[in-house]
């Protein structure tokens, strides 16, 4: 897809086809789905049915029983789950949840409602498990398990993104994201995972991050960074790697590590932890605190997890600092506890800079690096010079998975506030509980499929749009790491000249710190002076990026 | 298909209990009878259908977050929307269920160019608050459940005061006698705005079933029954109450006098509270049980415990310096084996 093209259109038809939907047979459409899994991938983890396949074929080459593992699969995950057997049972069409969803909204697709995205499985569902399915079929919505449904499964299973935005205007509470979940896992038992999602997975499970990056290469790409801040503040930094000992130990989505502009907010938790002196350490097993196995399934998920806490018992550090990213909190916040836990052999946090008690993470141990500063603001703790920021108007990104898995709210405001002086709210109805997702959350944000990317985050640009129009808005601020990633495409194609940046980004360049030379220009080496309009910003951002 | 089903059905369940009535005489199995069966199923079929759902563990606390977290001190917390505790969760069930909160939420969007289906770079999406779904959603269920307080006068030999009162104020608005009831008129409005919307909204239209129209149909034509044996072929208020007490007190008698509308509503209302438990109605269960919204969202203060979680293979860290001690000790990261 040509992201720079002139005519920026949207052909969107929200008519209805003709036929019922169990009727419209999925037509797999370029630039909307990615790439099938490598059989590699598969088998450095261990998941079933490892094989060549395309998801452009005709034969995707499913293993004989695979009709028996599906049903079986469900069968299981009914007796597990009851949110599952619950979502199955009560949804009552209503259709509130409807225009909800980013990818209905940016490509009119039916089955991209969520309520029709859930009947895709509960029609297979009332067929095989209820009664009512087994006697009216059709009648009473259900339908034969084929091929086609398992190809159909896939291609809109994974034209979600886990955002959970219908479920906060369900009015039982009925989760999209359980039911891709569920779904997600049944193609796991019969191998079909996307590329994008299977490889990180494999290379997160062995090396300790979803880049791949091997321990020396991890500790030189920060090193790297640690250059950077020498050029632009004088000051040396030397952080530690799998030190025994340290008091904290910080855990980061590895994106940050690596890819601009993630590496800016990296370059922000290096400073930070410096002017504060923290005895902390880095770890080159675990590092990653994202989680792809959570696009996955709930056991590698779990898998991937593990390293954590187990990290953090070798090392034998106090409690857990985590950097900004969105899934990654979902989990620590939802899940991580109950699948490692206890976590007996950490202290409840407590903050050794202003002595506050994180009482919200007293089991988990695990705190929420915009917790952590926005408490040492508030504790003067800080050196901070706003105007390092004035050469941005900053809007602020609620992550889905921050934001509806966990309520991280204020926090970031609090932060941004006190870093930036000119900070402006997207309109209400897309931003908090109700924030519209980048497109390319759960696994999406891959190249192959960025037709499918610029339509689902199409709302949430378009109101990053009217703050640029109306405030003059040139930077999306936002606490996740593949917001980062994914944002400056999305931004490209919709809203020329908004940048993305991480809240600890921000940050960094208005903190004042110690021993630090005059700076004249920003982390990303943008001249301090007050610009009405960044386009230099944009442009040396983009070569970084392509 | 789905709206031709729903009336078929419901117009052979009128059929069935005309024809049942007057011309087999079957009075006694559909004045007592069915009835039984009814609330049987009923009451059965409902435990059936909670048991089977609580068999189902909640395994992780996967509350939907719909305001501000409890986090520092100063920062204040949205107790309802986010809540992190039971009381939090009671408030937040209760604004559901009673008010029907995630509802009132509802938005709508439109695309301020004149044609939207071409969504061009400077179109604007706008959002509007769209509470037309939540009002007549709201309203049909309170004016049920009025109704059926309303008809638990014909289960008592006194009416007791509560239920005066609350005829009394559903009854305000008086046009001769009996006292017109206002919920009565309510329902049948809702219940109708409630079936037009799900023709006329494509959306909607799109994803119905027969199971969406069907139980629509049934309530209109338990409400159209009610209100026709109410004011205007008149019922013998003594003889239901004959009935009713007959079976509450589980000594059924079948009064004289009672007439086919009589029997058709009791039939179709019958064939409701059979149809509830196996169909989507019972999301008025459900809905105490959906674990995005009766959960706190404490798990990070508070363990929660998956009560199948197993133990899972993990590359462990003496795997991981296996492969890459060289690397790491070139690198000067500290390793556990020299």
Same mark, same amino acid.
């Given at each position: 897809?040509?992201?720079?093209?002139?005519?920026?259109?949207?052909?969107?038809?929200?008519?209805?086809?003709?036929?019922?939907?169990?009727?419209?047979?999925?037509?797999?459409?370029?630039?909307?789905?990615?790439?099938?899994?490598?059989?590699?991938?598969?088998?450095?983890?261990?998941?079933?049915?490892?094989?060549?396949?395309?998801?452009?074929?005709?034969?995707?080459?499913?293993?004989?029983?695979?009709?028996?593992?599906?049903?079986?699969?469900?069968?299981?995950?009914?007796?597990?789950?009851?949110?599952?057997?619950?979502?199955?049972?009560?949804?009552?069409?209503?259709?509130?949840?409807?225009?909800?969803?980013?990818?209905?909204?940016?490509?009119?697709?039916?089955?991209?409602?969520?309520?029709?995205?859930?009947?895709?499985?509960?029609?297979?569902?009332?067929?095989?498990?209820?009664?009512?399915?087994?006697?009216?079929?059709?009648?009473?919505?259900?339908?034969?398990?084929?091929?086609?449904?398992?190809?159909?499964?896939?291609?809109?299973?994974?034209?979600?993104?886990?955002?959970?935005?219908?479920?906060?205007?369900?009015?039982?509470?009925?989760?999209?994201?359980?039911?891709?979940?569920?779904?997600?896992?049944?193609?796991?038992?019969?191998?079909?995972?996307?590329?994008?999602?299977?490889?990180?997975?494999?290379?997160?499970?062995?090396?300790?991050?979803?880049?791949?990056?091997?321990?020396?290469?991890?500790?030189?790409?920060?090193?790297?960074?640690?250059?950077?801040?020498?050029?632009?503040?004088?000051?040396?930094?030397?952080?530690?790697?799998?030190?025994?000992?340290?008091?904290?130990?910080?855990?980061?989505?590895?994106?940050?590590?690596?890819?601009?502009?993630?590496?800016?907010?990296?370059?922000?938790?290096?400073?930070?932890?410096?002017?504060?002196?923290?005895?902390?350490?880095?770890?080159?097993?675990?590092? #990653?605190?994202?989680?792809?196995?959570?696009?996955?399934?709930?056991?590698? /998920?779990?898998? &991937? *997890? @593990?390293?954590?806490?187990? %990290?953090?018992?070798?090392?034998?550090?106090?409690?857990?600092?985590?950097?900004?990213?969105?899934?990654?909190?979902?989990?620590?916040?939802?899940?991580?506890?109950?699948?490692?836990?206890?976590?007996?052999?950490?202290?409840?946090?407590?903050?050794?800079?202003?002595?506050?008690?994180?009482?919200?993470?007293?089991?988990?141990?695990?705190?929420?690096?915009?917790?952590?500063?926005?408490?040492?603001?508030?504790?003067?703790?800080?050196?901070?010079?706003?105007?390092?920021?004035?050469?941005?108007?900053?809007?602020?990104?609620?992550?889905?998975?921050?934001?509806?898995?966990?309520?991280?709210?204020?926090?970031?405001?609090?932060?941004?506030?006190?870093?930036?002086?000119?900070?402006?709210?997207?309109? #209400?109805?897309?931003?908090?509980?109700?924030?519209?997702?980048?497109?390319? /959350?759960?696994? &999406? *944000? @891959?190249?192959?499929?960025? %037709?499918?990317?610029?339509?689902?985050?199409?709302?949430?640009?378009?109101?990053?749009?009217?703050?640029?129009?109306?405030?003059?808005?040139?930077?999306?601020?936002?606490?996740?790491?593949?917001?980062?990633?994914?944002?400056?495409?999305?931004?490209?194609?919709?809203?020329?000249?908004?940048?993305?940046?991480?809240?600890?980004?921000?940050?960094?360049?208005?903190?004042?710190?110690?021993?630090?030379?005059?700076?004249?220009?920003?982390?990303?080496?943008?001249?301090?002076?007050?610009?009405?309009?960044?386009?230099?910003?944009?442009?040396?951002?983009?070569?970084?990026?392509? | 298909?789905?709206?031709?089903?729903?009336?078929?059905?419901?117009?052979?369940?009128?059929?069935?209990?005309?024809?049942?009535?007057?011309?087999?005489?079957?009075?006694?199995?559909?004045?007592?009878?069915?009835?039984?069966?009814?609330?049987?199923?009923?009451?059965?079929?409902?435990?059936?259908?909670?048991?089977?759902?609580?068999?189902?563990?909640?395994?992780?606390?996967?509350?939907?977050?719909?305001?501000?977290?409890?986090?520092?001190?100063?920062?204040?917390?949205?107790?309802?929307?986010?809540?992190?505790?039971?009381?939090?969760?009671?408030?937040?069930?209760?604004?559901?269920?009673?008010?029907?909160?995630?509802?009132?939420?509802?938005?709508?969007?439109?695309?301020?160019?004149?044609?939207?289906?071409?969504?061009?770079?400077?179109?604007?999406?706008?959002?509007?608050?769209?509470?037309?779904?939540?009002?007549?959603?709201?309203?049909?269920?309170?004016?049920?459940?009025?109704?059926?307080?309303?008809?638990?006068?014909?289960?008592?030999?006194?009416?007791?005061?509560?239920?005066?009162?609350?005829?009394?104020?559903?009854?305000?608005?008086?046009?001769?006698?009996?006292?017109?009831?206002?919920?009565?008129?309510?329902?049948?409005?809702?219940?109708?705005?409630?079936?037009?919307?799900?023709?006329?909204?494509?959306?909607?239209?799109?994803?119905?079933?027969?199971?969406?129209?069907?139980?629509?149909?049934?309530?209109?034509?338990?409400?159209?029954?009610?209100?026709?044996?109410?004011?205007?072929?008149?019922?013998?208020?003594?003889?239901?109450?004959?009935?009713?007490?007959?079976?509450?007190?589980?000594?059924?008698?079948?009064?004289?006098?009672?007439?086919?509308?009589?029997?058709?509503?009791?039939?179709?209302?019958?064939?409701?509270?059979?149809?509830?438990?196996?169909?989507?109605?019972?999301?008025?269960?459900?809905?105490?049980?959906?674990?995005?919204?009766?959960?706190?969202?404490?798990?990070?203060?508070?363990?929660?415990?998956?009560?199948?979680?197993?133990?899972?293979?993990?590359?462990?860290?003496?795997?991981?310096?296996?492969?890459?001690?060289?690397?790491?000790?070139?690198?000067?990261?500290?390793?556990?084996?020299?």
């Amino acid at each position: 897809m040509d992201t720079k093209r002139a005519d920026k259109t949207l052909n969107i038809d929200y008519r209805f086809p003709k036929t019922g939907w169990m009727d419209t047979p999925v037509e797999f459409k370029q630039g909307m789905f990615c790439h099938g899994s490598k059989p590699k991938d598969l088998e450095a983890v261990g998941f079933p049915n490892p094989r060549e396949w395309s998801s452009k074929d005709k034969d995707w080459k499913l293993p004989a029983n695979w009709k028996e593992i599906v049903l079986n699969g469900m069968k299981e995950r009914l007796d597990k789950y009851r949110s599952f057997k619950l979502f199955m049972d009560i949804c009552v069409r209503c259709g509130a949840c409807a225009d909800k969803c980013h990818f209905y909204i940016g490509t009119g697709d039916p089955k991209n409602m969520p309520v029709l995205r859930a009947e895709l499985l509960r029609s297979v569902y009332r067929r095989y498990f209820t009664l009512s399915g087994k006697l009216f079929g059709k009648t009473a919505g259900a339908r034969e398990l084929t091929e086609d449904v398992i190809k159909e499964w896939w291609y809109y299973f994974y034209q979600c993104t886990e955002c959970r935005r219908c479920s906060v205007f369900c009015p039982y509470g009925i989760d999209t994201a359980e039911i891709t979940m569920i779904g997600r896992e049944l193609l796991n038992l019969l191998g079909l995972n996307t590329n994008w999602i299977a490889g990180p997975v494999a290379n997160c499970y062995k090396r300790g991050n979803h880049l791949g990056l091997e321990p020396h290469t991890y500790k030189s790409q920060i090193e790297f960074l640690l250059d950077e801040i020498d050029t632009l503040t004088g000051i040396k930094i030397e952080p530690t790697f799998n030190r025994k000992g340290a008091e904290i130990i910080f855990i980061a989505p590895s994106g940050d590590v690596f890819a601009d502009p993630g590496t800016y907010t990296a370059m922000g938790y290096l400073m930070l932890f410096h002017e504060l002196g923290l005895d902390y350490t880095w770890s080159t097993y675990a590092s #990653e605190g994202g989680n792809f196995g959570f696009f996955t399934s709930n056991e590698m /998920g779990k898998r &991937l *997890n @593990a390293k954590i806490y187990a %990290e953090a018992k070798r090392l034998g550090v106090k409690w857990i600092l985590g950097g900004e990213c969105g899934h990654m909190w979902r989990v620590i916040n939802q899940y991580m506890d109950t699948w490692n836990g206890p976590a007996d052999f950490l202290e409840e946090p407590l903050s050794p800079i202003t002595g506050t008690k994180f009482k919200n993470s007293k089991t988990t141990k695990f705190v929420h690096i915009a917790e952590f500063t926005a408490d040492l603001i508030r504790h003067n703790k800080l050196k901070l010079d706003k105007n390092r920021n004035d050469n941005l108007k900053v809007t602020f990104h609620d992550s889905c998975n921050t934001s509806r898995g966990m309520g991280i709210f204020e926090e970031p405001r609090y932060i941004i506030k006190n870093v930036c002086n000119y900070f402006y709210e997207m309109p #209400e109805d897309t931003t908090r509980e109700k924030t519209f997702c980048c497109g390319s /959350g759960s696994g &999406l *944000n @891959a190249t192959e499929n960025m %037709e499918i990317r610029m339509q689902g985050g199409f709302p949430r640009a378009n109101a990053v749009k009217y703050v640029r129009e109306k405030n003059g808005v040139n930077m999306l601020a936002n606490i996740c790491a593949i917001d980062r990633a994914a944002f400056p495409a999305l931004m490209d194609y919709w809203v020329p000249g908004v940048g993305v940046t991480g809240v600890h980004e921000l940050v960094a360049n208005a903190l004042v710190m110690n021993g630090e030379k005059e700076r004249t220009t920003n982390l990303r080496s943008e001249s301090l002076k007050l610009a009405t309009e960044s386009t230099e910003v944009t442009e040396k951002d983009k070569k970084q990026r392509h | 298909m789905g709206i031709s089903f729903s009336l078929l059905a419901v117009t052979v369940l009128i059929l069935i209990a005309y024809s049942g009535v007057k011309f087999a005489g079957l009075h006694f199995f559909f004045g007592v009878v069915i009835p039984y069966i009814a609330i049987a199923t009923f009451v059965i079929g409902i435990i059936y259908r909670v048991v089977k759902w609580g068999l189902s563990p909640v395994p992780f606390c996967i509350p939907t977050t719909c305001g501000q977290q409890e986090s520092l001190p100063w920062i204040k917390q949205d107790k309802l929307e986010n809540p992190s505790n039971t009381l939090g969760v009671i408030g937040r069930m209760a604004l559901e269920v009673l008010f029907f909160r995630s509802l009132f939420r509802n938005l709508k969007f439109e695309v301020d160019v004149a044609n939207p289906t071409e969504m061009k770079d400077e179109s604007r999406v706008i959002y509007s608050s769209d509470k037309w779904l939540w009002l007549s959603g709201l309203i049909f269920h309170w004016s049920f459940l009025i109704i059926i307080v309303r008809h638990l006068r014909f289960f008592t030999e006194q009416v007791p005061s509560l239920m005066r009162l609350l005829e009394n104020l559903d009854g305000w608005f008086q046009i001769g006698l009996p006292h017109f009831y206002v919920t009565n008129l309510v329902v049948l409005l809702s219940v109708t705005y409630l079936f037009i919307r799900r023709v006329i909204i494509p959306q909607v239209r799109y994803i119905s079933l027969a199971a969406d129209y069907f139980p629509l149909l049934l309530i209109l034509g338990i409400a159209v029954t009610g209100i026709l044996m109410r004011y205007f072929s008149r019922v013998d208020i003594v003889d239901v109450k004959i009935l009713t007490i007959g079976l509450v007190s589980f000594r059924p008698v079948i009064p004289e006098g009672l007439g086919i509308i009589f029997y058709i509503h009791l039939f179709l209302v019958c064939t409701l509270f059979i149809y509830f438990p196996f169909s989507k109605l019972v999301h008025m269960a459900g809905v105490f049980m959906s674990p995005t919204r009766n959960l706190a969202n404490n798990s990070r203060m508070q363990r929660y415990v998956n009560p199948w979680n197993y133990d899972v293979k993990i590359h462990t860290y003496s795997e991981y310096e296996e492969e890459f001690r060289g690397k790491m000790k070139k690198a000067g990261i500290p390793v556990e084996k020299g």
